[in-house]
């Protein structure tokens, strides 16, 4: 058996397992109940989709094809901290006048 893929989490190695069946190669998950110690082991590299050595080339070639389509190269969205920071000052300037005010 070899690797032909490491997945984030156990839904993109299942994810990828089915790819992989519907293309008649078997392939199973190692490491799937590892991510039930997530206090005691590090989370990456556990989930890991095996095949068979004969369906390697294969198996290989789909999970890079998998990759490159759901790849997340596009800009990274603005931080909301730093597109609603007017707003929030304005929403504490609005309770600090009501708490003032409620004083009077």
């Excluded at 206090?39 to 390697?56: E, I, P, Q, S």
Aim: aromatic residues 12%; contains cysteine.
């Amino acid at each position: 058996m070899k690797c032909v893929y490491n997945a984030a989490d156990m839904l993109e190695a299942h994810v990828l397992v089915g790819l992989l069946q519907q293309h008649k190669i078997a392939a199973f998950i190692e490491g799937e109940y590892l991510t039930g110690g997530v206090g005691d082991l590090a989370t990456h590299n556990y989930v890991r989709v095996m095949v068979n050595n004969d369906d390697f080339d294969r198996g290989r070639q789909l999970a890079l094809e998998y990759d490159q389509a759901n790849s997340h190269d596009q800009q990274p969205l603005p931080d909301w901290r730093l597109r609603y920071w007017p707003w929030f000052i304005l929403a504490l300037a609005g309770l600090l006048v009501a708490e003032v005010l409620r004083y009077f």
